[in-house]
């Protein structure tokens, strides 16, 4: 019994879902933030902490175009600058507190050896976002 429900169930997910969506999320390929603690810095203290991103599950990351925007608030004094895939925030941080902001990423793909680049139909998202918490003392 339990043979006969495994392809009617698979059926019933590519009829109501599209296979298109069900297909490409298998592999989950999306952006993805890595996960990282921001360590405690200190006021009129050089600061430095970096970010990296990827497209999770997928060979091609540089055939893609990377796009950052920041929600919240960086501690006066730090700014964010980005190197491709890897964003650092640093800076002389000017007053104490604890700030919380959001990282966000977008990705576009770029047309790989001159011809078109389907990566984003293969994609389950193209955009994602991580919050972060940098405590200045």
């Given at each position: 019994m339990k043979q006969r429900l495994l392809p009617l169930l698979f059926l019933?997910?590519?009829?109501?879902?599209?296979?298109?969506?069900?297909?490409?999320?298998?592999?989950?390929?999306r952006?993805?933030?890595?996960?990282?603690?921001?360590?405690?810095?200190?006021v009129d203290i050089y600061y430095y902490?970096?970010?990296?991103?990827?497209?999770?599950?997928?060979t091609r990351d540089n055939d893609y175009d990377y796009y950052f925007e920041i929600g919240g608030q960086l501690p006066d004094g730090l700014e964010m600058f980005v190197n491709y895939r890897t964003v650092s925030f640093?800076?002389?941080?000017?007053v104490s507190g604890?700030?919380?902001f959001t990282l966000?990423?977008?990705?576009?793909?770029?047309?790989?050896?001159?011809g078109d680049c389907d990566c984003e139909e293969f994609l389950c998202s193209d955009s994602t976002s991580r919050e972060f918490t940098i405590?200045?003392?």
């Amino acid at each position: 019994m339990k043979q006969r429900l495994l392809p009617l169930l698979f059926l019933s997910l590519v009829m109501f879902s599209g296979c298109d969506d069900f297909l490409e999320c298998i592999i989950d390929r999306r952006p993805e933030i890595h996960k990282t603690t921001f360590s405690d810095g200190r006021v009129d203290i050089y600061y430095y902490h970096e970010v990296t991103v990827e497209i999770k599950n997928e060979t091609r990351d540089n055939d893609y175009d990377y796009y950052f925007e920041i929600g919240g608030q960086l501690p006066d004094g730090l700014e964010m600058f980005v190197n491709y895939r890897t964003v650092s925030f640093e800076g002389t941080p000017e007053v104490s507190g604890t700030y919380r902001f959001t990282l966000f990423l977008y990705v576009d793909p770029l047309f790989n050896n001159g011809g078109d680049c389907d990566c984003e139909e293969f994609l389950c998202s193209d955009s994602t976002s991580r919050e972060f918490t940098i405590t200045i003392n």
